[in-house]
Structure formats: C-alpha cells, structure tokens
C-alpha cells in the first residue's frame, strides 16, 4: 500500500500555510509594492522553515504575481501588475477555443458586463483629455479601414482609453486579456482578415460610441457598447457549431 497521496497532501498544506504566513507578514507589516521583504535568514528564522520550503512558497508567491525577487538585492513586494491574473485568464480563455470556447464566451460575457455597467461611470469621469485620445484612435481606425487595413492597436487604445477615466487597473488587465484571447479566436478558426465593407463599419460603430460618449448620453453609449460584442459572439457560434 503507498502512502504517497497523503504525504503529497501534506505537504501541499503546508505550502500553502506558509505562503499564507508570508502574506500575512506582509499584511501585518503594512509593506506596499515595492517595500522590500525581510531576508531569507530573517524570514526562516522568523516562520521556522527551512531553506527549501521558503524557496519553494517564494516560487508559488512569485508566480501568483505577490513577490517579486530580484539577483543580488533580495525579495520585494510585487509592483501592482496583476500580470499573473491576465496569464492565468488568457491561458485559459485560449485552451477553451480547443474545446468550443466556453470559458472563452463566459469571458466575453463578462467583459460586456464591465464595460456596459461602468460606462456611466467613465463618462461622468472623462476629460477633454480623454476625448481627444477617443477621436485620434478612431481617426486612425477609419484610415485604416479607407485603406482596407486591419487596426486592432487602434481598436485596443480606444477601449483602454474608454475607461482610463476610471483609473481602475483590474479593468485594464481584463480588457487587455479579452485581446489576447479575441486574436487567439481568430488563429484558431482560421478567420480571414475582415473585408473593407466590414472594416468600414466597425470603424463606424466606434464613431457613434465617440459621439454617445462625447455628449454624455449614458444610456446611448450602455446601447451601442452592448451591440459591439455581436462580432465576437458570432465567431465563438461558429466555431462551437463546427466542432460538433
């Protein structure tokens, strides 16, 4: 009989308690991102551990985007990415396109969510600053599609600017990995580049929002930010009917 399940159980507890013994010094310590963490001689004698069990939380710490350790200068509090929540969203968004894209719809689902329940939120917070932003990144979409040319950068800006009012960084991390897994869709089901007509209205759809937006008519912009996601949507449809 082995007994090697309970003992890997065992001691994935215990990793897990003493990542959550380091968390909590650096909870109880006030410690912002950026702060140094004490050293691995203070931490082990502190927490009771041994070289390789601190190693081996710092390497979980690390990947959950917690610590950041640096060669010759020691552990850190990790800067405010949350690049470990956009890797672990993204990889999943992506595997799920190879089993119908569930996960990858639940992800549209609820960036829609976002953007339509917090869009009154941007436009009572946007500047002349913004707006201007808003209208160069649209200009730039309609060359492009004058032009027959994709304009995904352009695309990306104006919805990243849409809600930089907000100042909301978990906001921007989750726009940002509805992009990786939107490209990951269309490698996948072999979508051919959009043709000028299409290009054409796309670019205009984000004038209307522009225009919504600029005269602060909410319910408008909740309308047209809810039509957006159609596209998407249908490209998900189409892939889910042809894996079965």
Known sequence: ???NGPRRTDAKARLRALTSD???LILDRNLLPGDPLPTEQELMAELGVGRNSLREAVKVLQALGIIDTRHGFGMFVAENTLSALHDSLSFRGQM?????GHEAGELVD???ALEVGLIGQAIGA???EHLLALEAAVVR???SAVEGDMFTDADRDFHRVLFEPLNNTLLTNLLGVFWEVYHSIHDVIGQAEPDKPTL???AAAHRVILEAVRA???DQARVLLGEHFQGIRQLLARMHAEAK
């Open 1 to 3: 009989m082995t007994t």
């Open 22 to 24: 380091i968390t909590a």
């Open 96 to 100: 799920s396109l190879r089993h119908r």
């Open 110 to 112: 609820v960036r829609q």
């Open 126 to 128: 946007v500047t002349e």
């Open 141 to 143: 979409m309609e060359q």
């Open 200 to 202: 054409l209205e796309t």
């Open 216 to 218: 602060k008519d909410i």
